[in-house]
Every structure is written in structure tokens, then in C-alpha cells.
């Protein structure tokens, strides 16, 4: 086992969920996004987590992320939020993975595909129909919703099974933040109306990602899409800081753990320097710790000057430039508190003895968390803690 991995803290993915569920009406469903392998919590554990939590959509973004959790026995919906090309169509088919649709040609090029893999005439298959309400990404404009929806019932296998759509702003708390998910909002529920209007039943319907989930309860519609907050992280600063002010209290663990061990102490004299381009110099006498992990693992060289990692309890920082697998920290003179193996947290839970988060990392890196929990590579092989019998080392 390589000192360098990361551990998932299943309690604290459990505990966000239950939190999640707590701020929606019963009858909601939720639609957690597993894609990037779960934002870098191992796709398979969080889904296989998130089923006998009940939670009844699962969100992709390739065509292979979904195969994987179907070879995983996941049986739970599968929904894909990316498009995909007309070559891995079938296997939308064969592993039962649901589409998001839109245009004419997507429409017809999946029609097609579909008319060749079903043999049997009642064979239907579900697709969300994407409605682009201001986010400038994938979807029809809603003026064009009716006739996709028609297009969609009027092929041999394809039935509508649902309409999504995505805000651009819902991060964003200030009045005209506002009115723009507001705005988009109305053009969702126009759509839909015109969609009912022609008969066709637009099945699930969804809006709201982490955020809007928090900050517009009355935007839920059918189903919501959480991410980030299943794995312990508000979108933002900005959305913590706006819930608090109004009161709404969503409680929010981080579930995974960044972790190494010290494999060297190397006593360092005043006005030697650490690493590629010298960047650092000691002031003073003290002692670096040499720890193997680097930019190839995901603490990226931009964390650095800045990082701070806890070992023992106490906060040290990462001093000169991060290598692609190894990285120096100023320990001081002699300090009896950190020894050779010693184990060393970059970010997780309090419970991991982290002193410092994804988020405090991200904004150092002037980043989001998003990116900094997908950043973690393959190579940092994750664990689920507490460990049980069978580890849960990427599946791939
Ligand atoms: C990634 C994604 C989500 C989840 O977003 P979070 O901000 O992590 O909650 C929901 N919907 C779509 C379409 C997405 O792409």
C-alpha cells in the first residue's frame, strides 16, 4: 500500500445525503452526479452507497462512466449529462443508460440507432429531452421543445422520459443572479407546459444542481441533481455565506481524505533552497520534510507557495516549488513533533486530523473544490474508511 491515497469516509457521504434529503419534499427524487468518478471519490463506491440510500438517478458524463457502474451491478437509473457520438450508441441501449436528447439530427441519429439494436417492435427506451434556458451549453430553446418532444413520440423506440435543464447562475446570490435563474426557471416550466400542451406526457423533470437545490426550493421540480454537496462541499463561499444569512443550516462533511507519509527529514542550514527554480531559500536553520507526493497525484504545483499540511495535528507549510511526485515542507529546528513515517493530511474531514479542506486548497489555487477533488489521479489509490474486507481501489 502506497503511503500516498486517499480514504473515503462513507459515514460523512451518508450523513450529506440524509441532509440533502431533509431539505426536499418527500416525493422528490434525487439524481446524485457520479461523473469523474464521483468527483473523485470512486464512482462505483458512492453509487453503490447512494442505491441503498434509495437515491434512484445516477448522473455520468461518458458513456464508459455509466458501463462501469453497470459491470459494478448498479442497477439504479443512469443518466448522461454530455453528449455522446453515433458509434457508442448501442451500448446506451445494451447498458441501459439514458440520454439526454436534443436537435433534429441527435434526435434522429439515436432514432436510428435505436431501430437497429430493438428487434421487438414494443421495445421502448427513456430519453431526457435538454432544454437550453440561458446556460449556452446543450438543449433546444424552449420555443422548440414541443416539436422535439413530438419527434422524440413519434420514433418507433424512443419515449420522453424526462426534461432538464441547467442553470448558469444559480451559484450566484445577488439580485440580478437572481433574476436570471428566475428567468431561465420560467422558460423550463414554458417548455414543459408546451410539451403537456401537445399531449405528450414530459415525464421527470429537473432543474437544480447543489446549489439551486439549496438556494430555490421552489425550483425542485420532480427530481434534483446534486454533486459537490453529497461529497461534503458548498459550491462556493458565496452560497455558504447566503444560506447562513437566511437561516438555512445544511450541514456538510467532507468525505475524502488526501493523505501521505513523511519519508525523509533532512536538516537544512540558512541559505539553502528547495526545489526547481530555487523559489525558496531558508532563512534560518531547520529541517525539511520530504513527503512523495507531487502535481501527478493532484496537489498542483499551484498550491504552492501557500499550502500548509497537517502532520500531528499541527499546520506546516509546503515550501519551494511541488514536483511532479514529491514535495518539501518546513518542519523547523528539531521539532519533536514530527518523526520519520510520520502520516501526513493534505485535506479531508476534521475526523482524518485535517486541519485544511478542498476548499481552502481551491482557493489558494484560485479554483473551486470541483477541481481539486478531480484532480486527484489515478496513482492515489482510494480506500474506504473505516477499512472493510474488501478494498475499494479503483475499479478500473
Ligand atoms: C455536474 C452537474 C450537476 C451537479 O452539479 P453540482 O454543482 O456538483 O451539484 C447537475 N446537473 C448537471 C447537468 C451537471 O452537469
Not at 147 to 158: D, K, M, T, W, Y
Not at 285 to 303: E, H, K, N
Amino acid at each position: 500500500m502506497r503511503s500516498t491515497k486517499a480514504f473515503i469516509y462513507k459515514k460523512n457521504f451518508e450523513h450529506n445525503l440524509s441532509e440533502i434529503k431533509k431539505a426536499l419534499k418527500p416525493e422528490t427524487k434525487i439524481c446524485l452526479a457520479v461523473k469523474a468518478d464521483a468527483y473523485g471519490h470512486n464512482a462505483v463506491l458512492a453509487a453503490k452507497e447512494a442505491e441503498s440510500l434509495g437515491v434512484e438517478f445516477l448522473a455520468v458524463a461518458t458513456v464508459d462512466e455509466g458501463i462501469e457502474l453497470r459491470e459494478n451491478g448498479i442497477k439504479a437509473n443512469i443518466l448522461l449529462l454530455s453528449l455522446c457520438t453515433p458509434p457508442e450508441m448501442h451500448e446506451l441501449f445494451e447498458f441501459n443508460i439514458t440520454p439526454l436528447v436534443f436537435s433534429k439530427a441527435y434526435i434522429k441519429a439515436l432514432s436510428d440507432e435505436a431501430d437497429r439494436y430493438f428487434t421487438s417492435k414494443s421495445e421502448e427506451f427513456s430519453v431526457h429531452l435538454a432544454v437550453d434556458t440561458g446556460m449556452g451549453r446543450i438543449g433546444c430553446y424552449s420555443s422548440e421543445a414541443a416539436e422535439e418532444a413530438r419527434l422524440i413520440s413519434s420514433s418507433s423506440h424512443l419515449k420522453l422520459g424526462g426534461m432538464i435543464t441547467h442553470f448558469a447562475l444559480s451559484d450566484g446570490v445577488s439580485d440580478s443572479a437572481q433574476d436570471y435563474t428566475r428567468m431561465q426557471y420560467e422558460d423550463f416550466v414554458k417548455a414543459v407546459e408546451s410539451v403537456k400542451a401537445c399531449g405528450i406526457n414530459p415525464g421527470i423533470c429537473s432543474c437544480g444542481s447543489s446549489a439551486a437545490l439549496m438556494t430555490h426550493p421552489e425550483m425542485h421540480f420532480d427530481m434534483v441533481r446534486p454533486g459537490i454537496i453529497a461529497y461534503g462541499y458548498y459550491p462556493d463561499e458565496v452560497t455558504k455565506e447566503y444560506l447562513s444569512s437566511r437561516g438555512v443550516h445544511i450541514d456538510l462533511k467532507p468525505v475524502l481524505s488526501f493523505e501521505t507519509e513523511v519519508v525523509a527529514i533532512r536538516p537544512f542550514p540558512k541559505g539553502k533552497s528547495v526545489s526547481y527554480g530555487r523559489t525558496w531559500i531558508s532563512d534560518k536553520d531547520t529541517d525539511i520534510a520530504v513527503l512523495p507526493v507531487g502535481y501527478a497525484d493532484g496537489l498542483l504545483r499551484r498550491f504552492s507557495p501557500g499550502s500548509q499540511v497537517t502532520i500531528n495535528g499541527r499546520k506546516y507549510p509546503v515550501v519551494g516549488r511541488i514536483c511532479m511526485d514529491q514535495c518539501m515542507v518546513d518542519i523547523g529546528k528539531n521539532n519533536p513533533d514530527v518523526k520519520l513515517w510520520d502520516r501526513v493530511v493534505i485535506f479531508g474531514p476534521e475526523e482524518s486530523g485535517a486541519l485544511c479542506t478542498a476548499e481552502d486548497y481551491a482557493s489558494l489555487g484560485k479554483t473551486i473544490s470541483y477541481e481539486v477533488l478531480t484532480s486527484l489521479s489515478k496513482r492515489v489509490v482510494r480506500y474506504e474508511f473505516p477499512e472493510s474486507n474488501s478494498s475499494t481501489s479503483e475499479t478500473r
